[in-house]
C-alpha cells in the first residue's frame, strides 16, 4: 500500500514527463489535487508578428495548468471545454505564470478558473475556465 507522500510524489513525477510542456521550458511548480501553478518564460520564437506573446502559447500555459490540477487527484482527467479571454499583452522575456485552481468537482467532471499573468508586473494577462472530465483510469489509484 502505498502511502500518501508516495502518492503525491508518483502524481508529481507523472505530470512532468509532459512532452510539451517540456518541449516549451514551462515548469510545473506547484502540484496539489484541483491546484497548481505552472511558469514559461516568453522567448522570441514564441512572439507573433505583432512582437507580442502568441495567444497559443498563453493558452498552452494555461492548459498546462488545467492539466496538472485536475489530474493531481491521481485520476486521468481530459479536457471538455476550455474558454479563454486574453486581456493584456506580453512580450519576450516576460515570466508568465498561469494558477489554476479547482472551483467544483463533480465526481465524473469538473471545472477549473485558471489565471494567467505576468510575474513582474503583476497584469492579469489572460483567464480561462476549463472544465475536465474524469476518466475510469488512474495515475495512481485512490488507497
Known sequence: MMDK??????IFEHIQKDAFANHLGARVEIVKPGHSRVSLVVTESMTNFHGTTHGGIIFSVSDIAFAAACNAHGRVAV????????LKPSHAGDRL????KEVYNGGRT???DIVIYNEATGEVIAKSQDQAYRMNQWIVPEQ
Request: hydrophobic residues 50%.
Open 5 to 10: 507522500k508516495t502518492r503525491e510524489n508518483t
Open 79 to 86: 479536457a471538455l471545454n476550455v474558454s479563454i479571454a486574453f
Open 97 to 100: 505564470l498561469a494558477e489554476a
Open 110 to 112: 469538473s471545472l477549473y
